[in-house]
């Protein structure tokens, strides 16, 4: 009998433990360690963040489901990885032993790095439903006293859809609220065109997101590094393609939301052999770390070398359905080591993404996810709006249910012709 512990549940630990109920024995133990017994659909803070959604709309409590499917969920979360020892230290003292470990924590993030930034300074965040919440108070503000905005994502950043996102739904937003004519909009970034999204592009999403940055007004800095935020502007350096200062920006703001870096969390943060030196936990194509191999990784919490060189340091995203298809590979490699073989699955890596601009929006599909791709495709259209909304009741329904996937759900990614896995093969073929 073997003991699968899953440390994290957000989009990717709570799925990677209904998939690993599903792919072991029923003699097999599956816990979850997590913050809490709360699931958040993050992809839907941006909404909450303009008062679009709720709290109580994008949640879900996982002990129900979690007891259906007899995983023990441990909220108390996790203080420290003891990686030598097969346990994992939580925060009232206890320990929980494990004989393989999946790594889903997801990131810290790094607000500290850059003066004045984050919910407690002088900017707001969509990458918490707390920080949404915020947000949406500062929302308020801004309507009643209309002022410039900056909307973006700083150097080292690796998650761009979402400030993208936010950008046009807060114009969105302002529009509704009859105010947008008072509100200067900028969007600052670290990549070095716009579109880049830390992919170098999928299909033309250069063009996609210029055109619809045009159309509504957004003026763009990209190359940027912030210096530093202040309560009434943003300090940004834009570089020239060697890294050299091209020019010094003042940009005024009287609300400013800006994603920041990540790095690993805590409690797994600098183990020998175990993490990268900003914390991201090191796998091979089978998602398996080389010093601890029955320790497996997936999500945003695994290390993932940039697509290329660029003038400010630009992260790679994990988006969803890639994630999900780490979630797939790992569940059958554990699978197979309880049962005595060797790993042999690899996820693809495909990217689907559904941005949305809150009346309208931009899909793109990228298989690989990393470049070169065979897949290189992206489009736009008002029914990204409507596919966003159905997507975020589907996905809560998947979780609040316990099941990973769905008989229908993989129907449509067969005829969409997208798999998470690639055919499987034994590593000595």
């Not at 599903?22 to 599956?30: K, M």
């Not at 995983?71 to 108390?76: D, E, M, T």
């Not at 503000?141 to 950008?167: D, N, R, T």
């Not at 970034?189 to 033309?204: A, F, K, M, N, R």
Request: proline share 6%; hydrophobic share 40%; glycine share 10%.
């Amino acid at each position: 009998m073997a003991h699968v512990v899953v440390l994290g549940a957000g989009l990717g630990g709570t799925i990677m433990a209904y998939e690993l109920r599903d792919a072991l024995s029923r003699e097999d133990r599956v816990s979850v360690i997590n913050k809490g017994s709360v699931y958040s659909f993050v992809p839907s803070n941006p909404w909450v963040a303009v008062g679009w959604r709720e709290r109580e709309s994008i949640e879900v409590d996982l002990a129900p489901a979690c007891k259906r499917r007899d995983i023990a969920l441990y909220p108390q979360g996790a203080k420290r990885l003891h990686a030598a020892e097969n346990r994992v230290e939580l925060t009232d003292g206890t320990s929980v032993d494990y004989d393989y470990l999946v790594i889903a924590t997801g990131p810290e993030l790094a607000f500290d790095e850059i003066e004045g930034f984050g919910p407690g300074a002088h900017t707001q965040s969509v990458c918490h439903i707390d920080h949404a919440l915020s947000a949406k108070d500062a929302f308020d503000k801004l309507v009643a006293k209309p002022g410039p905005v900056v909307i973006g994502a700083v150097q080292g950043a690796s998650c761009y859809g979402p400030a993208y996102e936010f950008a046009f739904i807060l114009e969105k937003a302002l529009r509704d609220a009859k105010v947008r004519d008072r509100v200067p909009m900028t969007f600052v970034t670290s990549e070095p065109y716009i579109g880049h999204l830390g992919l170098d592009g999928v299909g033309d999403t250069k063009g996609l997101l210029e055109s619809a940055m045009r159309d509504k007004h957004i003026k763009w800095i990209t190359n940027a590094k912030v210096q530093k935020f202040e309560a009434d502007k943003v300090v940004v350096e834009e570089v020239n393609e060697d890294g050299t200062t091209k020019t010094i920006h003042e940009v005024p703001s009287s609300y400013t939301m800006m994603l920041p870096a990540f790095r690993g969390v805590e409690a797994v943060r600098d183990i020998e052999g175990l993490t990268n030196p900003r914390g991201f936990i090191l796998v091979d194509k089978h998602q398996q770390n080389g010093k601890y191999p029955n320790i497996f990784a997936v999500g945003v919490c695994i290390a993932i070398p940039p697509t290329g060189k660029t003038p400010v340091p630009v992260g790679v995203p994990k988006t969803g359905f890639m994630i999900e298809s780490m979630v797939t590979a790992t569940a059958k490699n554990i699978a197979r080591l309880v049962g005595g073989d060797k790993p042999n699955a690899q996820g693809t890596w495909n990217a689907v993404c559904l941005a949305d601009f809150g009346d309208g929006g931009i899909a793109f599909v990228a298989q690989p996810q990393i470049p070169p791709r065979n897949v290189n495709w992206a489009s736009q259209g008002k029914w990204v709006h409507a596919a966003k909304i159905g997507f975020e009741k589907y996905f809560l329904h998947k979780i609040k249910s316990g099941h990973s996937e769905p008989f229908y759900e993989k129907l449509a990614l067969q005829v969409l012709g997208i798999d998470k896995l690639k055919a499987v093969k034994f590593d000595d073929e």
